[in-house]
């Protein structure tokens, strides 16, 4: 570009130059026809060579350094073109009508769900998200997020109604035939205690002393004191273990009428369960005052760090993006791609919100330029107009020097013939 500038202006200078030689060259040919006619052209293209350079000069500088009138025309009017180009660019090139005409045109949501679905796959990008989510999930604090995940845990117990539970419980329980199990599994155990040595022994001992102890009067009397001297505490215990398994044999069976009886009878019991106000006030009572004397901000603090690590591990996985983090934004954007109503209302959105910008910032585009204009001293910004434009000005000059050659020679011919 430089050289370029440099080789018009020189082809400027020698046009300049030509113009005044061929002038020079033909004074001693004037008489001749032909040298009237060159000498005509080359003066006049002296003349226009001469007439466009101090044109062009005038412009940036005073011609020769003589300060003619209405010459240096930008340096001494340089407040008044920078206002002029600032107010033509706000006013006349970037208009906010023609910038939010533009702007209408773009199909702003598109084309980001497109570069979003393009760039998904890409490395930089899968690094990027991994390294943002992997960030937020190191900024959670733990310890400030215990007290009020323990408040809200705390508050959710003391709201629930034992009555309700104890409801769903008790009907789990029938539904499982729980009560059953249960009364099974103690005959199973009584069994088990009853067959033990040291248990008749037990239960000859609780019998003989029974007996010894039982008050009576007369024929009953008599008749317990002779049982007594009959019996020791071993043949009790004998019985009393042999009338314990045989019962426990028995009800053990599903037919049992003593079985059915007790069942009936734990059943209502465990139905009615839920009705007694009484008992489920103060179960919500104990429970409210079991929940607020809990002190579990450190246990669920713990909780948390090991699943925030545990996240963590994940996260970083190679395959975390890829699996988990990807097909959700994919989904997300097929959800919206879907739904034209919401496109339109994001669009309407993402437009008013530039728009809005637009309306608030154009002005600014003015003093933009007038602030870069401002950086430059009058000589700087000279000579970036000239080495801009000067290309095409010294092709003025060569311009003038050719048409006023022609022009001259069109005219001698005028004036030799007319």
């Known amino acids: ?33 032909w040298g009237r006619l060159l000498q005509g052209g080359f003066e006049a293209g002296l003349v226009g060579g001469l007439a466009d350079w101090f044109a062009v000069t005038a412009l940036f500088r005073h011609p020769l350094g003589i300060p003619i009138p209405h010459t240096a025309l930008l340096p001494n ?5 920078t206002r002029s180009l600032t107010r033509m660019i706000e006013e006349e090139w970037l208009t906010k009508e023609s910038i939010m005409g533009k702007i209408s045109q773009i199909q702003f949501t598109e084309r980001v769900l497109q570069i979003i679905e393009s760039e998904l796959g890409k490395s930089t990008v899968k690094k990027a998200l991994q390294t943002l989510i992997s960030e937020a999930v190191k900024a959670v ?5 215990a007290p009020p995940l323990e408040k809200e845990l705390k508050s959710y117990m003391s709201s629930v109604d034992a009555g309700s539970v104890i409801e769903k419980a008790t009907n789990h329980i029938l539904e499982k035939k729980y009560d059953e199990k249960a009364m099974d599994h103690v005959l199973e155990e009584l069994g088990k205690w009853a067959a033990k040595d040291e248990s008749k022994l037990a239960l000859g001992k609780m019998g003989k002393q029974l007996i010894e102890t039982t008050e009576a009067d007369g024929l009953l009397k008599f008749a317990i004191q002779s049982f007594s001297q009959l019996v020791n505490e071993e043949k009790i215990g004998q019985m009393l273990q042999t009338f314990i398994q045989n019962r426990i044999r028995n009800v053990s069976k599903h037919d049992n009428a003593y ?28 429970k409210g005052q079991v929940v607020e004397g809990l002190e579990i901000s450190g246990q669920i603090q713990k909780f948390l760090e090991s699943a925030k690590g545990r996240l963590l591990s994940v996260i970083e996985g ?8 990807n097909p959700v934004i994919c989904r997300f954007i097929d959800s919206i791609k879907a739904n034209e109503e919401r496109i339109t209302l994001i669009e309407e ?9 637009i309306e608030k910032n154009h002005s600014k585009i003015g003093r933009l330029v007038k602030e870069n204009l401002d950086k430059y001293d009058t000589e700087t910004l000279i000579d970036m107009m000239e080495n801009n ?3 095409d000005l010294q092709w003025i ?6 048409c006023g050659f022609f022009i001259g020679l069109v005219l001698t011919v005028f004036k030799t013939f007319f």
């Open 1 to 33: 570009m430089v050289k370029q500038e440099k080789k018009s202006r020189y082809l400027a200078g020698i046009s300049l130059a030509v113009m005044g030689a061929g002038f020079l060259m033909t004074i001693p040919f004037h008489d001749s026809f």
């Open 77 to 81: 009017n340089r407040d008044r073109v």
């Open 141 to 145: 604090d733990t310890e400030k997020l």
């Open 259 to 286: 079985r059915q009886l007790i069942l009936e009878r734990t059943k209502e019991e465990i139905t009615n369960l839920p009705a007694r106000q009484d008992l489920m006030a103060d179960i919500n009572e104990w």
């Open 318 to 325: 190679e395959s975390f993006v890829l699996v988990y983090v």
């Open 349 to 357: 959105w993402v437009h008013k919100q530039v728009v809005d910008a």
């Open 389 to 391: 434009i000067g290309k």
């Open 397 to 402: 000059r060569v311009n003038g020097a050719v």
